[in-house]
Nanobody
Framework: QVQLVESGGGLVQAGGSLRLSCAAS????????TAWFRQVRGKEREFVAA???????NYADSVKGRFTISRDNAKNTVYLQMNSLKPEDTAVYYC??????????????????WGQGTQVTVSS
């Protein structure tokens, strides 16, 4: 019942930063685990980061220390702050949600609500 709309993607030079946003409507996100995945054309969707409904975060090794997932309950919005971007971070980024999720869910099928995706391109 929750709808997710992503924004904030774009083109950035290697070493730069972007912040992605995922605005939720229909339901509040306070009882949901929320996550970010990314997908390169022709490849499977890859886990990036997640935050449980209690606020516990989890990151893929490839982005740990560079990306930060957060949630603003007042705005009902999930964010992904991406720093020190690398060309290999180039992908379509998707937000996802699962009711009462632990934040340890790292597979796409464990989430039942998805945004439309936003393109992130990192130039070398």
């Amino acid at each position: 019942q929750v709808q997710l709309v992503e924004s904030g993607g774009g083109l950035v030079q290697a070493g730069g930063s972007l912040r992605l946003s995922c605005a939720a409507s229909g339901r509040t996100l306070s009882r949901y685990a929320t996550a970010w995945f990314r997908q390169v054309r022709g490849k499977e969707r890859e886990f990036v980061a997640a935050i449980s409904w209690t606020g516990i975060t989890n990151y893929a090794d490839s982005v740990k220390g560079r990306f930060t997932i957060s949630r603003d309950n007042a705005k009902n919005t999930v964010y992904l702050q991406m720093n020190s971007l690398k060309p290999e971070d180039t992908a379509v980024y998707y937000c996802a949600a699962a009711e009462y999720g632990s934040g340890r869910q790292t597979r796409a099928y464990e989430y039942n609500y998805w945004g439309q995706g936003t393109q992130v391109t990192v130039s070398s």
